[in-house]
């Protein structure tokens, strides 16, 4: 009998956030000379680090987690639903790659815990009067501004 059970955290697989994790097979990454501080150093290494990885690779989030990851990554999430980071902050290409992983992970972390969901709320009573009354000032102070009719 079949059940609906993500798939199993295979060995090597990096841990992300929330119970998700990706294999380190699914992700592409990419160096290129980086813009930031470091002199003649970045002109000579390949510093930028940038990570791609495909939504679906990310095991361990349910299906409404993966829409939660699209809709929060929208400016990550490219055309064929790879999520792409950049990083170049950082003189040191670990650091870079360091940092790609966080970013990852913490729209990972923001997509894998469900909203709460709203309670519909009242206003109080005193909120209430407090509007009309400053509703009411208002419209006093712009009947004393106007001239007098002749």
Known sequence: MPHNRPPARPD???????????????????????????????????????????????????????????????????????????????????RNKDACLERLTDLVLQAARPPRPRRKTKRTRSSVERRLEAKHHQGELKVRRRKPAD
Not at 75 to 82: G, R
């Open 12 to 94: 090597g697989a990096l841990s992300l956030a929330g119970g998700a994790w990706v294999h380190p097979s699914s992700i592409t990454w990419s160096f290129s000379g980086s813009s930031g501080p470091g002199g003649q150093h970045v002109n000579k290494t390949q510093t930028r680090a940038t990570l791609v990885v495909a939504v679906m690779d990310i095991g361990g989030l349910g299906g409404r987690a993966h829409d939660r990851l699209r809709d929060l990554a929208h400016a990550h999430l490219c055309a064929d639903d790879t999520l792409h980071f950049h990083s170049d902050e950082n003189r040191s290409q670990k």
